[in-house]
């Protein structure tokens, strides 16, 4: 058993040691954030291998580039460059050289360091034996060049050591060296230990407020020592292979004045020959065993690609913009797209799109292509679209903060909404900036076996607990829960209103009775509670470097107290637990358990806490500019830290146990997932394109407002199907359809009934004309009758009857093409055609009456000629009047009766067209 916790034991300690390890080497690597990050970002510069590269393609100022390069063999574009520093501390750079004349450039230099060596040095080696050492001519094992070599990824340099007697295998391997490698000669510390000071210097062209600093990285093992069996590249280098082989040490101030001075200027150097603006530039410098200061290598830099005065004046020539397109476009400050000035009518300060950029940052999602370095009140314009993400976004900081106080979770100033970007004061040194976010609930619910005979003054009284450093107090609110009481005692005796009389007295008595107990309760429970309800919460925030918190959860213990005030000191009674070593290490779903906690006093008696707590994994985030403060293995934030983050379902049960069960069936109801804010990819391509402002006109660049409707639409919610819910969804699918279905047969309705209309109207017409002649007709015979007033009454009369044939002829021929239209009404129009022929028929009658009407009125003429003659004539002109009159009544007795049918026809008809056409649908 021993044996086994002593193993355990063993392999804590070294797992703690390699995560350390690890630290300290993602620390001080200074790796990009993806290995195609210079790729992307097409830097002309780059780390390692590049460095060199630039020396060896820079066209001009070597005679102000004031650095200490020890000697160089480069092999670039099958040109043989030799690059060093002369006497006056400038860097030469010469063509085409040779082999011989690096090797014996770098053994003069060696010979001339063997003669004037340092005499300050430490006691464990003699000067002799250092001299000895370090001599190329006595010792071959000495290391004599170092060849580095591009490695995988490009930003790396490979090292590999050669001494005095590898030289010679090495030059008959290669004669020229690789085609990504240099070689250099090898530079002696002075603690004659491998040790490299890595610079971190920060630019003019740099944001950054921070100071330069460096780390001093010494190799533990010296570079000659005999009882250490290792590879001469692990004694002379320093390898980060092999674990805990080196150590590292943090360097500021005035010891890094001369390192600065050089890495200036370098960057000076490096700015004049390529496009760039350097920010940040990391480099590894050498001291030798006399304090001379050697740069060996460039580890990362961080610039931005410049364009040169040419470039600009022909891409100007090229795509040269118009005085309408300058005067009439807006670039949105947030996105970057060119709009009309009457589109981007929103303005906003800086401010509001700085707290934006924060707030992004704080919920683990940043913004890259947006650059917002201040937070000043100046107004800017934005699009619709970047407008509606703004208000959004700061209508989601009111809604967290006030969520915050809803979880009692301290507020110090209101004011300051997102944080500020400003360097922590209490962090750990090597912690990296990535941690596991969690968060751990406390919902005290209540208090219970309070005893009679305690001294409480429950009108101040406190609960309070503490978890680390910090602590938590709630006042209890005991008048409410008094008011409550005596609701619920009111309630159970409070009856129907129809009861019966009996009934009814025994319940009024039985009240009365409850009132004075209630009387003599509220007097009691002045002075006495058995429970307590307190229903509050407290969330924390804390974070851990992976998901293992197996120790903050097993050893972490929460102390609360029962107190008389807000004095933590001044406590009535007290308790401590273990709740959360319940909850399951490494889980990332929520968690929730319930405990009860006995709070002793000071006369052994005790009161019962329950307390319901939770736990839940939230994801890696961001904490480069949090205060954190370590226990148990994992990191407090500041108390007053918060974030937007929804509770999970296993905490929503502890408030509401049918949470989860009516969550799944508003669900399974509504058939749909939550809203979320996406685009389809017709939707994008509705978007504006970014490149139409280079070749359009003014009026072409700019897009309409009815395309700026279609873009904000194309932001709008779409609703996403569940596919539990396909079944459900048929059942819609063919509810729409026959409602479909319906409104086409309503359409077809509609459209019949406005052509039976048409029809209608005119038939009427038709029957008016009709009747309108026969009134006329009426009137003309109780008139006196003339001649020549004969003559016209029966010329109108003839004209009428003429127009009545062609209504009815132009009405056949619109039957005809009805007939045509639809199947359905072939019968009704036959039928009407039959009818309207009928009509035809007593027009025809109708001629014949007039023509004996004209008949009659000759032989009245004939008898007006001879007015003188005898009464025979004058019997016969009556005869004829009484004739014209019969046949005049019978005319307009025939057309009333036709009249009536052809209506009565007529309406059956279209009451059988309603019939026909009336389909019900349900719905």
Same mark, same amino acid.
């Given at each position: 058993?021993?044996?086994?916790?002593?193993?355990?034991?063993?392999?804590?300690?070294?797992?703690?040691?390699l995560?350390?390890?690890?630290?300290?080497?993602?620390?001080?690597?200074?790796?990009?954030?993806?290995?195609?990050?210079?790729?992307?970002? +097409?830097?002309?510069?780059?780390?390692?291998?590049?460095?060199?590269?630039?020396?060896?393609?820079?066209?001009?100022?070597?005679?102000?580039?004031?650095?200490?390069?020890?000697?160089?063999?480069?092999?670039?574009?099958?040109?043989?460059?030799?690059?060093?520093?002369?006497?006056?501390?400038?860097?030469?750079?010469?063509?085409?050289?040779?082999?011989?004349?690096?090797?014996?450039?770098f053994?003069?230099?060696?010979?001339?360091?063997?003669?004037? @060596?340092?005499?300050?040095?430490?006691?464990?080696?003699?000067?002799?034996?250092?001299?000895?050492?370090?001599?190329?001519?006595?010792?071959?094992?000495?290391?004599?060049?170092?060849?580095?070599?591009?490695?995988?990824?490009?930003?790396?340099?490979?090292?590999?050591?050669?001494?005095?007697?590898?030289l010679?295998?090495?030059?008959?391997?290669?004669?020229?060296?690789?085609?990504?490698?240099?070689?250099?000669?090898?530079?002696?510390?002075?603690?004659?230990?491998?040790?490299?000071?890595?610079?971190?210097?920060?630019?003019?062209?740099?944001?950054?407020t921070?100071?330069?600093?460096?780390?001093?990285?010494?190799?533990?093992?010296?570079?000659?020592?005999?009882?250490?069996? /290792?590879?001469?590249? !692990?004694?002379?280098?320093?390898?980060?292979?092999?674990?805990n082989?080196?150590?590292?040490?943090?360097?500021?101030?005035?010891?890094?004045?001369?390192?600065?001075?050089?890495?200036?200027?370098?960057?000076?150097?490096?700015? @004049?020959?390529?496009?760039?603006?350097?920010?940040?530039?990391?480099l590894?410098?050498?001291?030798d065993?006399?304090?001379?200061?050697?740069?060996?290598?460039?580890?990362?830099?961080?610039?931005?690609?410049?364009?040169?005065?040419?470039?600009?004046?022909?891409? @100007?020539?090229?795509?040269?913009?118009?005085?309408?397109?300058?005067?009439?476009s807006?670039?949105?400050?947030?996105?970057?797209?060119?709009?009309?000035?009457?589109?981007?009518?929103?303005?906003?300060?800086?401010?509001?799109?700085?707290?934006?950029?924060?707030?992004?940052?704080?919920?683990?999602?940043?913004?890259?292509?947006?650059?917002?370095? !201040?937070s000043?009140?100046?107004?800017?314009?934005?699009?619709?679209?970047?407008?509606m993400?703004?208000?959004?976004?700061?209508?989601?900081?009111?809604?967290?903060?006030?969520?915050a106080?809803?979880?009692?979770?301290?507020?110090?100033?209101?004011?300051?909404?997102?944080?500020?970007?400003?360097?922590p004061?209490?962090?750990?040194?090597?912690?990296s900036?990535?941690?596991?976010?969690?968060?751990?609930?406390?919902?005290?619910?209540?208090?219970?076996?309070?005893? /009679?005979?305690?001294?409480?003054?429950?009108? +101040?009284?406190?609960?309070?607990?503490?978890?680390?450093?910090?602590?938590?107090?709630?006042?209890?609110?005991?008048?409410?829960?008094?008011?409550?009481?005596?609701q619920?005692?009111?309630?159970?005796?409070?009856?129907?209103?129809?009861?019966?009389?009996?009934?009814?007295?025994?319940?009024?008595?039985?009240?009365?009775?409850?009132?004075?107990?209630?009387?003599?309760?509220?007097?009691?429970?002045?002075k006495?509670?058995?429970?307590?309800?307190?229903?509050?919460?407290?969330?924390?925030?804390?974070?851990?470097?992976?998901?293992?918190?197996?120790?903050?959860?097993?050893?972490?213990?929460?102390?609360?107290?029962?107190?008389?005030?807000?004095d933590?000191?001044?406590?009535?009674?007290?308790?401590t637990?273990?709740?959360?070593?319940?909850?399951?290490?490494?889980?990332?779903?929520?968690?929730?358990?319930?405990?009860?906690?006995?709070?002793?006093?000071?006369?052994?008696?005790?009161?019962?806490?329950?307390?319901?707590?939770?736990?839940?994994?939230?994801?890696?985030?961001?904490?480069?500019?949090?205060?954190?403060?370590?226990?148990?293995?994992?990191?407090?934030?500041?108390?007053n830290?918060?974030?937007?983050?929804?509770?999970?379902?296993?905490?929503?049960?502890?408030?509401?146990?049918?949470?989860?069960?009516?969550?799944?069936?508003?669900e399974?109801?509504?058939?749909?997932?939550?809203?979320?804010?996406?685009?389809?990819?017709?939707?994008? +391509?509705?978007?504006i394109?970014?490149?139409?402002?280079?070749?359009?006109s003014?009026?072409?660049?700019?897009?309409?407002?009815?395309?700026?409707?279609?873009? /904000?639409?194309?932001?709008?919610?779409?609703?996403?199907?569940?596919?539990?819910?396909?079944?459900?969804?048929?059942?819609?699918?063919?509810?729409?359809?026959?409602?479909?279905?319906?409104?086409?047969?309503?359409?077809?309705?509609?459209?019949?009934?406005?052509?039976?209309?048409?029809?209608?109207?005119?038939?009427?017409?038709?029957?008016?004309?009709?009747?309108?002649?026969?009134?006329?007709?009426?009137?003309?015979?109780?008139r006196?009758?003339?001649?020549?007033?004969?003559?016209?009454?029966?010329?109108?009369?003839?004209?009428?009857?003429?127009?009545?044939?062609?209504?009815?002829?132009?009405?056949?021929?619109?039957?005809?093409?009805?007939?045509?239209?639809?199947?359905?009404?072939?019968?009704?129009?036959?039928?009407?055609?039959?009818?309207?022929?009928?009509?035809?028929?007593?027009?025809?009658?109708?001629?014949? +009456?007039?023509?004996?009407?004209?008949?009659?009125?000759?032989?009245?003429?004939?008898?007006?000629?001879?007015?003188?003659s005898?009464?025979?004539?004058? @019997?016969?002109?009556?005869?004829?009047?009484?004739?014209?009159?019969?046949?005049?009544?019978?005319?307009?007795?025939?057309?009333?009766?036709?009249?009536?049918?052809?209506n009565?026809?007529?309406?059956?008809?279209?009451?059988?067209?309603?019939?026909?056409n009336?389909?019900?649908?349900?719905?």
């Amino acid at each position: 058993m021993r044996q086994q916790e002593a193993d355990e034991r063993e392999k804590f300690q070294a797992e703690k040691k390699l995560r350390l390890w690890q630290q300290i080497i993602a620390k001080i690597s200074f790796a990009p954030p993806d290995e195609g990050f210079y790729k992307d970002q +097409n830097y002309p510069v780059k780390p390692g291998y590049g460095l060199f590269k630039a020396l060896g393609s820079a066209r001009c100022g070597f005679k102000k580039l004031k650095v200490n390069i020890p000697e160089t063999y480069l092999n670039f574009e099958q040109t043989q460059y030799l690059i060093y520093t002369d006497e006056t501390g400038r860097v030469v750079r010469k063509p085409d050289t040779s082999w011989q004349t690096f090797t014996q450039k770098f053994k003069s230099q060696l010979d001339q360091e063997g003669f004037s @060596k340092n005499r300050k040095f430490n006691d464990q080696m003699s000067l002799y034996d250092l001299y000895e050492k370090t001599n190329i001519k006595i010792n071959q094992d000495a290391p004599i060049i170092i060849l580095r070599g591009q490695a995988s990824p490009d930003y790396l340099l490979s090292q590999n050591i050669f001494q005095v007697k590898t030289l010679g295998e090495k030059r008959s391997s290669s004669s020229d060296g690789g085609s990504n490698s240099f070689e250099q000669r090898y530079i002696y510390s002075r603690p004659m230990k491998a040790t490299v000071l890595r610079l971190v210097f920060h630019t003019k062209n740099s944001q950054s407020t921070n100071a330069n600093y460096a780390f001093r990285i010494q190799n533990l093992v010296e570079i000659f020592d005999p009882d250490t069996k /290792i590879s001469v590249n !692990h004694k002379a280098c320093i390898s980060s292979v092999r674990q805990n082989t080196f150590v590292v040490q943090n360097v500021k101030g005035q010891g890094l004045k001369e390192y600065e001075q050089q890495a200036e200027s370098l960057v000076i150097f490096l700015e @004049k020959n390529n496009q760039i603006r350097i920010k940040q530039i990391v480099l590894d410098f050498m001291q030798d065993l006399e304090g001379k200061i050697w740069l060996i290598s460039m580890k990362s830099i961080l610039a931005e690609n410049t364009i040169s005065m040419e470039q600009i004046i022909a891409k @100007k020539a090229n795509k040269q913009k118009t005085l309408d397109q300058l005067t009439c476009s807006v670039y949105c400050k947030l996105c970057g797209i060119i709009f009309k000035k009457d589109d981007v009518s929103k303005v906003l300060t800086y401010k509001l799109l700085w707290e934006l950029v924060q707030h992004l940052k704080k919920r683990n999602l940043p913004l890259k292509n947006i650059k917002v370095s !201040h937070s000043s009140t100046r107004p800017c314009r934005v699009c619709n679209l970047c407008y509606m993400l703004v208000v959004g976004e700061h209508e989601l900081i009111e809604i967290e903060q006030k969520f915050a106080r809803a979880q009692n979770i301290p507020l110090y100033d209101a004011v300051i909404r997102v944080p500020i970007d400003k360097k922590p004061k209490h962090r750990p040194a090597l912690l990296s900036e990535k941690l596991c976010q969690w968060r751990l609930i406390f919902y005290i619910s209540e208090i219970s076996n309070i005893g /009679i005979d305690q001294n409480i003054d429950f009108k +101040n009284l406190y609960f309070q607990y503490k978890l680390h450093n910090f602590r938590t107090s709630f006042k209890i609110q005991v008048g409410d829960q008094v008011n409550n009481d005596t609701q619920k005692k009111n309630r159970l005796y409070s009856g129907d209103s129809k009861l019966s009389g009996q009934t009814q007295q025994r319940k009024n008595s039985t009240l009365k009775n409850n009132q004075l107990d209630d009387l003599g309760f509220h007097n009691q429970q002045i002075k006495h509670y058995s429970q307590l309800n307190l229903n509050h919460i407290r969330v924390h925030y804390f974070f851990s470097e992976d998901l293992n918190i197996d120790k903050f959860l097993k050893e972490t213990q929460i102390k609360v107290r029962l107190c008389q005030g807000p004095d933590w000191n001044a406590f009535l009674a007290e308790g401590t637990s273990k709740t959360i070593s319940h909850f399951k290490n490494k889980d990332k779903s929520g968690q929730r358990h319930s405990s009860q906690v006995l709070l002793f006093f000071e006369n052994a008696k005790y009161c019962v806490l329950k307390i319901n707590t939770g736990l839940v994994y939230d994801g890696e985030y961001n904490t480069g500019k949090l205060n954190l403060q370590k226990y148990n293995d994992v990191y407090f934030p500041d108390e007053n830290f918060y974030n937007c983050n929804p509770f999970p379902d296993e905490w929503m049960e502890m408030f509401d146990p049918s949470y989860v069960t009516r969550k799944n069936e508003m669900e399974d109801q509504e058939g749909t997932e939550k809203y979320s804010p996406k685009c389809t990819k017709a939707e994008l +391509n509705k978007m504006i394109d970014f490149n139409s402002y280079k070749n359009n006109s003014k009026f072409k660049l700019v897009e309409s407002r009815v395309q700026q409707m279609i873009r /904000i639409k194309s932001a709008a919610t779409t609703l996403q199907s569940n596919p539990n819910n396909y079944k459900n969804n048929q059942e819609i699918r063919k509810s729409n359809e026959l409602q479909a279905n319906f409104i086409n047969n309503q359409e077809n309705e509609n459209r019949n009934k406005s052509k039976d209309k048409q029809q209608r109207a005119k038939t009427a017409k038709i029957i008016q004309d009709l009747t309108g002649s026969q009134k006329n007709l009426s009137k003309q015979i109780k008139r006196p009758v003339t001649s020549v007033s004969r003559t016209i009454k029966n010329q109108d009369q003839h004209n009428n009857n003429q127009n009545i044939m062609d209504n009815n002829n132009k009405n056949n021929n619109n039957n005809n093409d009805n007939q045509n239209d639809s199947d359905n009404q072939n019968d009704n129009e036959n039928q009407n055609n039959n009818d309207n022929n009928n009509i035809n028929y007593d027009i025809k009658k109708n001629n014949e +009456n007039e023509n004996n009407i004209n008949n009659n009125n000759k032989k009245n003429n004939e008898n007006d000629n001879y007015n003188n003659s005898n009464d025979d004539n004058n @019997k016969n002109k009556n005869d004829n009047d009484k004739n014209n009159k019969k046949n005049i009544n019978e005319s307009n007795n025939n057309n009333k009766d036709k009249s009536k049918s052809n209506n009565e026809i007529y309406n059956n008809n279209n009451n059988k067209n309603y019939n026909n056409n009336d389909i019900w649908f349900p719905f």
